[in-house]
């Protein structure tokens, strides 16, 4: 894609959002459309629409320098490909709710999948963002360095913030290398126990990479130095899971495509993000855990309150699935909100974007 | 010093100015604080004039020294009021001025707030006061076997509140992060005393990720009185490997090697000859001194991840032109090695009368060019410059030399940083990897950002303190100062008059 290609595109875009501020019409921000069953990433049917994906296309790779900058319309798959030629990988290995994903719902998202246990999160990897704000301006923030610290940090400020304060026209992220070796154990436990076990491992040196607990087993994987992951796989014991049948398990999990995330009619899937080490129960129909116990899944029906038990855990919640509004996650005290609200007047005063899952419900 | 206290009166007056009657300041402040809290004495002010960047001196009105949240909220509420600028200040060893002190305004020290109030050995965090030492903290968790990550080399010194408002790294970040990576919530008060949280003990945190805005925020946004910092297992052991190089081009070449190979070190440092003679002659590492450059790389882990790590390491090394190895046979050799390293700026400050270290960023690739470009500007400034960089990311820390006393060499070893900087933008890096931009480099915000970006960032300050009232003046330039330092820039870098004062 070609430099005034580029520019066309955004000077388009820069124009729709002019005519959306005179006509008070909404704008949505669209990508591969991979979230679209998420209840807050629904487009009102006057929306003005932005399809990212008119701008892809990897614009800097270099394996010495862990960077890859990439265009936000740009499908997860291919920036996956290209990194796996020079065996490095996004080690936040973020969901794939379908193959259409582009890496800038990924950043918007702040979601990734279950090897953040090990590996760490879409936010510790953006390094940089090139950012159309609801204003018309395009702006650019950190860079392709590990290390700057000039100017606020407005790269990580927009992961997770659900195309509500702008286009991501490119995003930078630091990469890393596959590790050498990979291993699954599995463990007969109930889940207090694999939470428990869970946490004294993670506070010992061993290569873990993620976490699953689900009915009544758990599925610790391992990765790192190759001597360091056959250490580990005696220390902690259980039983050795097959590469394939691991490598299989572990993609389901992470696009949530595991059986576990089938939520049949009338039920509500919910997520907690709670302190890994707060106690656990069974709760609902179904329950299961991520990492050492932080992210929580329950199948419940739809009179019961996943807000109420997060927030006494104290942690928050997301309706994920089912059942409609609110998806509203929880309350933040005022002081809270009302910097949020004028963070928000910096980037879209006008609030063209919608509330994404921010929004009262 | 003359013309180092003539630098911050006239960063002052560029800046805005702020109406404030000093003896009803202090009598507020008085009523609101017992007396040995606040200090207004000239001679109690002197030691608050300048962080670890002496060259910027300015005496405030008055300095608190609050010793628990309600007095700090005292604090920033009289402030507030009476709109009086507040600089928060940990303990002062940051390196650009940051917690340089307003004159219109009240330095607030949270030195005092220095209790550990709660770690929690199971999950792994220690919820912390501001001015909890670094180094306390792994001190304090190590009979759990756990240590909090980020080391920046004053770690001994500097606080864990310093360090949020920095987002301070240290020579581990390649592999562990930084502040930013390490610091799972913070609490604290905006500027006029209303209470706030930000981040979570729980994997994510709802709405937006205000944690990041305020990590590395230089005390602007809001003032910090509560850090929980995520606590990392300590690796079983670590080794170390000493690379000579007979080019500092053959050093960066084999740094892209090493991390091509998918070797992610510890720690991974570079010295250039002039650093490593100062230092040797000072600490006695026992490094190779007819080296051109010289490579510290660090593995940690358990003794065979690290057996492993170390032998991958040397074949990479060998393969790219090391003129020798050695890797460290025990702990105390291992600490040997990085003496020398920690050892550095006290070794420039050995040779030199003064030295001035700077802090950009650049790409790993650009370090070759970058040292060349250094020692061309060398002979231009008539200065010498020792060149330590955090390899690994590509953070250069040269020490630039000079003697305060010899009329115009500081400016020119100002003049010589500001073009290290702007080189290290143009080579698509940052000016500030990790000691912030304070007031040292405010002037180069100007060519890192644009004025929308940099009208951004001032929306963004507004948002959290809309009187423009914590740390006014740091960090961001007004257009007008921007306006001003692009009329004094040249191409190329150089100005028409390096021994004049640039304002």
Same mark, same amino acid.
């Given at each position: 894609m070609t430099d005034e290609t580029q520019q066309r595109i955004i000077s388009e875009w820069q124009e729709r959002l002019h005519t959306a501020r005179e006509r008070r019409q909404p704008v949505r921000i669209r990508g591969?459309?991979?979230?679209?069953?998420?209840?807050?990433?629904g487009i009102p049917d006057d929306a003005l629409v932005?399809?990212?994906?008119?701008l892809r296309g990897v614009e800097r790779y270099e394996p010495t320098e862990l960077v890859v900058t990439v265009r936000g319309g740009t499908p997860l798959a291919e920036v996956e490909a290209l990194l796996a030629e020079r065996?490095?990988? *996004?080690?936040?290995?973020?969901?794939?709710?379908?193959?259409?994903?582009t890496i800038g719902g990924v950043v918007a998202s702040g979601l990734s999948g279950p090897t953040r246990l090990g590996h760490g999160t879409v936010r510790d990897a953006v390094l940089g963002v090139r950012l159309l704000d609801g204003r018309g301006r395009v702006l650019r923030f950190g860079?392709?360095?590990?290390?700057n610290v000039a100017g606020y940090d407005v790269s990580r400020l927009l992961v997770g913030s659900w195309g509500t304060l702008g286009v991501l026209l490119s995003v930078s992220l630091k990469v890393a290398p596959v590790p050498p070796a990979s291993a699954t154990r599995r463990f007969a436990m109930t889940a207090v126990e694999a939470s428990r076990q869970l946490n004294r491992w993670a506070g010992q040196p061993l290569p873990l990479s993620a976490a699953l607990w689900a009915d009544g087993t758990l599925w610790v994987q391992l990765r790192g130095a190759r001597a360091a992951v056959e250490e580990a796989g005696v220390q902690l014991g259980g039983e050795a899971v097959a590469d394939d049948e691991a490598d299989a398990l572990w993609q389901r999990v992470r696009d949530h495509h595991?059986? *576990?995330?089938t939520v049949s009619d009338g039920m509500v899937l919910w997520r907690l993000a709670v302190p890994p080490t707060a106690p656990i129960t069974e709760v609902g129909a179904r329950f299961w855990f991520e990492g050492t116990g932080g992210i929580r899944w329950v199948v419940a029906p739809?009179?019961?309150d996943g807000f109420a038990y997060a927030a006494q855990l104290g942690g928050w919640a997301w309706?994920?699935?089912?059942?409609?509004?609110?998806?509203w996650m929880n309350a933040r005290p005022e002081t809270v909100a009302a910097i949020e609200a004028r963070v928000r007047d910096v980037f879209d005063p006008d609030r063209l974007f919608g509330d994404g899952p921010f929004g009262e419900g | 010093m003359e013309a180092v206290v003539d630098r911050a009166r006239a960063w002052a007056q560029t800046e805005r100015h702020f109406e404030v009657d000093a003896e009803q300041l202090r009598a507020c402040l008085l009523a609101v604080l017992p007396a040995d809290r606040v200090l207004c004495a000239p001679e109690e002010l002197a030691p608050y004039e300048?962080?670890? *960047?002496?060259v910027f001196r300015a005496q405030p009105l008055a300095v608190v020294l609050p010793q628990s949240e309600d007095e700090v909220v005292a604090v920033l509420k009289v402030c507030h009021e009476m709109g009086v600028p507040v600089v928060p200040r940990g303990a002062?060893?940051?390196?650009?001025?940051?917690?340089?002190?307003?004159?219109q305004g009240v330095v607030l020290s949270l030195?005092? *707030?220095?209790?550990?109030?709660?770690?929690d050995p199971v999950a792994r965090t220690a919820r912390v006061q501001p001015g909890v030492r670094n180094l306390t903290i792994s001190e304090a968790v190590a009979p759990y076997g756990l240590y909090y990550a980020p080391d920046p080399s004053s770690q001994i010194a500097c606080t864990i509140g310093g360090n949020v408002a920095e987002n301070s790294g240290g020579?581990?970040?390649?592999?562990?992060?930084l502040t930013v990576h390490n610091v799972l919530a913070v609490r604290g008060f905006t500027a006029s005393g209303e209470p706030v949280a930000f981040g979570s003990v729980a994997p994510d945190a709802p709405g937006y990720d205000l944690l990041a805005l305020t990590i590395g925020s230089e005390g602007m946004l809001a003032v910090v009185t509560e850090i929980t910092v995520r606590l990392l297992p300590k690796p079983v052991v670590a080794k170390c490997l000493l690379a000579a190089f007979d080019s500092v081009r053959a050093a960066g070449e084999a740094v892209a090697a090493v991390i091509a190979a998918g070797i992610i070190p510890a720690g991974l440092e570079m010295m250039d000859r002039g650093a490593t003679v100062a230092v040797e002659d000072f600490?006695?590492?026992?490094?190779?001194?007819?080296?051109?450059a010289l490579l510290l790389c660090e593995a940690d882990g358990t003794e065979a991840e690290v057996a492993e790590e170390i032998a991958r390491m040397k074949a990479v090394l060998e393969a790219h032109g090391a003129t020798e190895i050695r890797v460290s046979r025990d702990e105390a050799e291992r600490l040997r090695f990085w003496a020398g390293r920690k050892a550095a700026f006290p070794a420039a400050g050995r040779i030199s009368a003064d030295y001035y270290c700077m802090d950009g960023t650049i790409p790993r690739r650009a370090i070759g060019a970058m040292l060349e470009a250094i020692r061309e500007m060398e002979s231009r400034y008539g200065l010498r410059c020792l060149n330590v960089f955090h390899a690994g990311d590509g953070n250069l820390h040269p020490l630039i030399l000079f003697d305060?006393?010899?009329?115009g060499e500081w400016e020119r070893a100002e003049a010589f940083g500001a073009e290290i900087l702007e080189r290290s933008v143009a080579l698509?890096?940052?000016?500030?990897?990790?000691?912030?931009?304070?007031?040292?480099k405010i002037n180069q915000m100007c060519v890192q950002f644009t004025p929308e970006e940099r009208e951004a960032f001032f929306q963004i300050k507004a948002a959290f303190?809309?009187?423009?009232?914590?740390?006014?003046?740091?960090a961001i330039p007004t257009l007008h100062r921007c306006a001003e330092y692009g009329k004094m820039r040249v191409s190329g870098g150089a100005l028409p008059f390096p021994d004049l004062p640039r304002f």
């Open positions: 591969g459309g991979s979230k679209s069953h998420l209840p807050w990433c932005i399809d990212t994906r008119a065996n490095q990988w *996004l080690p936040f290995a973020p969901p794939r709710f379908h193959a259409g994903t860079g392709e360095v590990m290390k595991e059986a *576990l995330w739809p009179d019961w309706r994920w699935q089912g059942a409609p509004a609110p998806r | 300048c962080d670890g *960047l002496s002062g060893t940051g390196l650009s001025g940051g917690a340089m002190p307003h004159p030195a005092r *707030l220095n209790r550990i109030l709660a770690i020579v581990h970040c390649l592999k562990y992060g600490i006695h590492a026992g490094y190779p001194t007819d080296a051109e305060a006393n010899v009329p698509g890096g940052t000016i500030t990897g990790e000691h912030g931009v304070g007031v040292e303190d809309p009187d423009g009232v914590l740390n006014p003046g740091k």
